[in-house]
């Protein structure tokens, strides 16, 4: 078989702050920002940000957050910036890591 089977890609992805997805206004203010750019947003990739979200350290947390950004038409596909119980967590919810961890 010629050449690789698997290659490197560079890939733009948002990043979403763990800690705003407990803030009550951030689901309104997301929908008024994919309102103005709705084809922007559509099955866009999103990578959670950890650092300072303690609170995230179950499965079921990320899998909240999938569905919370999901409504939004937003696909989480992994984390950043995770604790070692985080990084486990987040791999039992079938979430990649990406960038620094602690």
Do not use: C, H, W
């Amino acid at each position: 078989m010629a050449g690789s089977l698997v290659q490197g890609a560079l890939f733009t992805v948002m990043t979403v702050r763990a800690g705003m997805l407990r803030d009550p206004g951030f689901e309104q203010d997301l929908e008024r920002q994919i309102e103005r750019s709705p084809r922007f947003f559509r099955n866009a990739p999103v990578v959670l940000d950890l650092k300072g979200a303690e609170e995230f350290g179950r499965a079921e947390e990320f899998v909240a957050a999938r569905r919370f950004l999901r409504r939004q038409t937003l696909v989480l596909v992994g984390i950043q910036n995770a604790s070692p119980a985080q990084l486990e967590a987040a791999a039992a919810a079938e979430l990649a890591s990406f960038g620094p961890s602690g």
